[in-house]
């Protein structure tokens, strides 16, 4: 799957990412990076203190600076640097049929998908456990703080996930999981990507999210019990290696 590599005068000079490492929305803006090989240093950002976001207005993550212009919100992200990095991309005005299935699977990613991903890793005390194993392994927590938020903060987000399930009125996780893995697999309607032979941004963006909890139990589950594996792993080639300073 080589990737269409992009012209080196439209790539940007110094892109800095504030993410946390486990965050869908990160995960997709890196997803995005990566796929276009636009090479990027991470600061990993402490939850709980934030100092190395103190200099900023906005208090979430991902925020990515691009040649020193502050740019936040996930999808906000991609669709700046998008305009910026791929020629030709038309504006909302001119959408083809194309774009427009583009466009509604983002939304579907930002306003659907994203909102079923609480509830699955924090499902039940183990899972919510595994979870927070992942977040302060690959966190930036004092020795400290990865002790106590592992076991302070899975049990607080075993709560928070049961409010979100019916904030989102969700009544088995899993199935719900299962369902929007089959949906996106319709989607497809055979095609290797959304975007035909290569992916198009929303197939970054379903990849970018789901990312963090691939190797998680809610994620084995959706690859063994669903048809997305085979997307998924078409998914890991074509985005490849991340582009990532280290
Ligand atoms: N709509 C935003 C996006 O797509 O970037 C959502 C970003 C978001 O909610 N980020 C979370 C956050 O920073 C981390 S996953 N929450 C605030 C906090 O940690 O205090």
């Known amino acids: 799957h080589a ?34 090989d636009i090479p990027y240093k991470v600061v990993e950002v402490n939850p709980l203190s934030k100092k190395e976001i103190k200099w900023s207005d906005y208090k979430k993550v991902p925020i990515l600076v691009v040649d020193g212009e502050q740019l936040v919100d996930s999808s906000a992200i991609i669709d700046k640097l998008g305009g910026k990095i791929l020629p030709g991309r038309k504006t909302d005005s001119d959408l083809d049929d194309d774009d427009n299935e583009e ?39 004092s020795f400290t703080e990865k ?33 929007a893995a089959e949906t996106w697999v319709d989607a497809l309607n055979g095609r290797e990507f959304l975007g035909g032979s290569k992916p198009n941004l929303a197939d970054l963006a379903v990849y970018g999210v789901l990312r963090p909890i691939r ?32």
């Open 3 to 36: 990737k269409e590599p992009l012209p080196p005068e439209l790539v940007p000079k110094e892109v800095v990412l504030y993410q946390y490492e486990a965050c869908p929305f990160c995960n997709k803006v890196k997803t995005f990076l990566d796929y276009y």
């Open 103 to 141: 466009k509604k699977w983002r939304g579907w990613v930002d306003n659907h998908l994203v909102h079923i991903l609480s509830p699955n890793i924090y499902r039940n005390t183990s899972e919510a456990l595994e979870s927070f194993d992942y977040i302060t392994s690959n966190g930036n927590f």
């Open 147 to 179: 002790i106590t938020v592992k076991y302070a903060g899975a049990a607080a987000m075993y709560f928070v996930s049961k409010k979100l399930k019916k904030k989102y009125n969700i009544t088995d996780e899993r199935a719900a999981l299962y369902e």
């Open 215 to 246: 190797y998680l139990r809610s994620g084995n589950d959706m690859v063994k019990h669903t048809r997305i594996g085979d997307w998924y792993t078409r998914m890991e080639g074509a985005v490849g290696e991340p582009s990532r300073i280290k």
